[in-house]
């Protein structure tokens, strides 16, 4: 069950900070995500309609629009990969591979226990450091397909899934 | 402040992050503190030095010793013999091609040495963290003399004398920008900086935000003041949750120190600046998209005009730049617009930050005078091929530009002469592909990205980018047709006319670049279904020499799907209707025996 209550203070701290009254909705569903720990459930989407006074409908297509919100639960760690030219020439095709064979899911998937999902991500400016992926907020860099995986069993060994 | 003895930069871009600069920093910090050196010897974490391949790195001065590849082991090596002793440790020196090792490589290394630094010129040098670091290299100076001295026309004639033209892409004359935003009629106006950099390939304004945030401020506010404008907006990625962090407190540092808020200076001025952050969505580094992402809606383009500067935030006259054209803006103010225009060409003046990466030696930033040839830039600074083939194309701006084959590397950088050949500016990005990448591949790849960004607004951007990737599929598994290529370039102009925004308008520029240069192998893919650079798994064959095979069965042993068959110690061969074409066999073939073949 969604705390509603909760939600909709969110919001209202959100209301209180804010400079211009009508952009606030991207900034209110960026730290609901937070406070759900990676995604929105539709039931909370509808309090921040509610509590800022748009449409539903509204909430619902900025919501589906960005990429980095997800309407379904998530991982523990959120794999992202780059999946852009200078990682692709890089040897990206294998890390890809690498990850979906070791995780055992696809793109937009997540592991039965919890842990991780993994998505595709454009280019995270680290192209220095080719190929690289972003687990949650930390950068790993010069990636092959062995580092790969003691990167996947030190976050398995790090924690269990909520 | 007590009196050092050294001062050690240690890089913390996202680079040297991954790479694992926080252990070494750690390492450095129990080490000094151990010999007791921590009152004499400062550790400052500084934005992006440009060297990623390099990393992590450091300089220590006042020797200006540059120290590559660091380890924590390192590190404990470096207190104890460098700063202990005052020898130099060697092992982590920068080594010429040559064996030769160079310990001031900032000074003398022609990755650095060539470089004329205006836009990052503070990037690598001071600690982002610190607003007194930012002053005592001329920071703020500039919002002081246009507040002081100059008039809000007399900073709109500086800036459009200096010819600076935008970095993002498209290379519109920023003084202009500014002009037609002063003079819209409106009672609000709005500063906003574009720092959703998106471009594959191009990391130069995420350095700018972590290395040195405050030049970004200050140059907000000197376009405010210009404009008449009491608010600005950074809109932000939120791929680059760093450069957030480091942007909130050098908000909170300007503030505090009265460069933003009320009466700036003691001045009349105002200013403001808040950070939008986005939600991943490429397309909002279009201006209209953007300015509608500001506003809490869809990140959708719409038809201009009106540009911004008439209609931009809440239908208010808008300036938006990018990250590094407002990095140029203070040091134009303060040195003035003639030294500006000294350096660069007459068409393009000033300096650009490229981005390299790819099968380049010296991956990273770097930032060269407008009219440098490509060859100076890829070989004389960026060190040449990485993988020992030769370079055989360099594509730039990203999804939005075009690949530039070696044939063309002596033609100066400029807006103008990379657009002759098909390719943009862009925001600099610059990849290297050598003989193994084939170009429909690439193409396909930039095209496979464009389908997934476009935001599907209008038909031809969302319908037809994904019929050009269709027939680019068809080439790459080798049903391709001679109608196909035709039916290719008629669609790519059709969607170059008719889309509303730059990112459909630009979006088949890989194609018909690709198309232009390497339209042989295309016809390789189509007539003769045959890969050159055998990259297109469809076209590819795995073979095994039977003069190489020794029969030791690990191909066997490694093979996903069970192709390979053969006795212990016998000629192995390779079933290719099963093969799927991973690799793993050549991965693991110590004897080269395995080898790719396109008929």
Redesign the interface.
């Given at each position: 069950m969604v705390d509603r209550e909760a939600v909709a203070e969110l919001v209202r701290n959100i209301k209180k900070q804010a400079?211009?009254e009508?952009?606030?909705?991207?900034?209110a569903?960026?730290q609901i995500q937070n406070h759900f720990g990676n995604y929105i459930p539709v039931e909370a989407a509808k309090v921040v309609a509610e509590e800022l006074e748009v449409p539903e409908s509204k909430v619902y297509?900025?919501l589906t629009?960005?990429?980095?919100?997800s309407t379904k639960p998530r991982g523990k760690y959120i794999i992202?990969v780059c999946?852009?030219?200078?990682c692709?020439?890089?040897g990206g095709r294998?890390i890809v591979?690498t990850l979906k064979k070791t995780l055992g899911i696809d793109f937009d998937q997540t592991t039965k226990d919890g842990l991780f999902t993994l998505e595709?991500?454009?280019?995270?400016?680290?192209?220095?450091?080719?190929p690289?992926i972003?687990v949650n907020?930390e950068?790993?860099?010069?990636l092959t397909p062995k580092k790969v995986k003691e990167i996947i069993e030190n976050l398995r060994a790090r924690g269990d899934a909520r | 402040m007590p009196l050092t003895t050294s001062t050690i930069l240690i890089c913390a871009g996202?680079?040297c992050?991954?790479?694992g600069e926080t252990s070494v920093k750690e390492a450095l910090q129990r080490e000094i503190k151990k010999y007791g050196l921590d009152e004499v010897v400062r550790i400052v974490e500084t934005g992006c030095m440009g060297a990623?391949?390099l990393?992590p790195i450091m300089v220590i001065y006042p020797e200006g010793v540059f120290y590559q590849k660091l380890t924590p082991q390192a590190a404990v090596k470096i207190v104890q013999e460098h700063l202990l002793k005052g020898r130099i440790v060697q092992e982590h020196l920068y080594k010429m091609p040559t064996g030769e090792v160079i310990p001031e490589a900032m000074d003398k290394l022609p990755f650095f040495a060539k470089q004329v630094k205006i836009a990052t010129r503070n990037v690598g040098y001071i600690d982002p963290g610190n607003i007194e670091e930012y002053i005592a290299r001329d920071g703020y100076f500039a919002l002081t003399k246009a507040l002081r001295e100059m008039t809000p026309d007399q900073v709109v004639e500086e800036i459009k004398r200096s010819g600076l033209r935008g970095r993002g892409g498209a290379g519109f004359p920023t003084g202009l920008k500014w002009e037609l935003t002063r003079k819209a009629k409106g009672d609000r106006k709005y500063v906003v900086c574009n720092a959703d950099?998106?471009?594959?390939?191009?990391?130069m304004?995420?350095s700018v935000l972590e290395g040195d945030p405050h030049t970004v401020l200050e140059a907000m506010a000197i376009a405010g003041y210009a404009i008449g404008a009491q608010?600005g907006y950074i809109y932000v990625r939120?791929?680059?949750?760093l450069a957030i962090e480091r942007l909130e407190t050098a908000i909170a540092q300007a503030k505090e120190y009265g460069f933003l808020g009320q009466n700036i200076l003691d001045s009349d001025f105002s200013f403001?600046i808040?950070i939008?952050?986005?939600?991943?969505?490429?397309v909002c580094g279009e201006e209209t998209a953007l300015i509608a992402?500001?506003?809490?809606?869809?990140?959708q383009p719409r038809v201009k005009p009106p540009y911004p500067a008439q209609s931009g935030v809440?239908g208010c006259p808008t300036v938006i730049n990018n990250v590094e054209t407002f990095a140029c803006v203070p040091p134009i103010i303060i040195k003035g617009a003639e030294w500006f225009r000294s350096i660069g060409t007459p068409n393009s003046p000033g300096t650009k930050v490229f981005?390299?990466?790819?099968?380049i030696t010296n991956?990273?930033?770097v930032e060269v005078p407008m009219g440098i040839t490509l060859r100076e830039l890829l070989y004389e600074i960026g060190g040449g091929s990485s993988t020992g083939k030769k370079i055989k194309a360099v594509?730039t701006g990203?999804p939005s530009g075009g690949c530039i084959p070696a044939e063309y590397f002596e033609t100066p950088v400029d807006y103008e002469s990379l657009q002759k050949l098909g390719a943009i500016m862009g925001s600099g990005?610059m990849?290297v592909?050598d003989e193994d990448?084939c170009m429909v591949d690439?193409a396909k790849?930039?095209l496979e990205?464009t389908v997934?960004?476009s935001?599907g607004k209008c038909t031809p951007c969302r319908e037809g980018t994904r019929q050009m990737l269709k027939i680019l599929d068809k080439i790459t598994s080798g049903e391709g047709t001679e109608e196909d290529l035709e039916e290719l370039e008629r669609l790519g102009n059709i969607i170059k006319d008719t889309s509303l925004c730059g990112l459909g308008q630009t979006a088949p520029n890989p194609v018909l670049s690709t198309l232009r240069y390497y339209r042989h192998e295309y016809e390789a893919h189509v007539k003769e279904k045959r890969c050159p650079a055998l990259r297109c798994k469809a076209l590819v064959r795995y073979v095994i020499d039977s003069s190489k095979c020794v029969g030791c069965t690990a191909c066997a042993r490694v093979c996903p799907v069970n192709a390979i068959s053969g006795e212990l110690r016998k000629v192995h061969s390779i079933d290719n209707d099963v093969c799927i074409r991973?690799?793993s066999c050549i991965e693991v073939c110590r004897f080269g025996a395995i080898s790719k073949v396109s008929p």
């Open positions: 400079l211009e009508r952009d606030m909705l991207i900034n569903l960026h297509e900025v629009f960005y990429t980095m919100f992202r999946v852009n030219l200078p692709h020439v890089t294998q591979e595709r991500t454009s280019c995270l400016g680290l192209c220095g450091v080719a690289v972003m907020d950068y790993y860099g010069d | 996202g680079a992050i991954s790479s990623c391949s990393g950099e998106g471009d594959p390939g191009a990391f304004d995420r608010q939120a791929e680059y949750p403001d808040e939008r952050i986005g939600a991943g969505a490429f992402s500001i506003e809490g809606k869809r990140g809440w981005a390299l990466a790819g099968k991956t990273g930033l594509q990203g990005g990849i592909m990448d690439v790849f930039f990205f997934d960004e935001c991973c690799g």
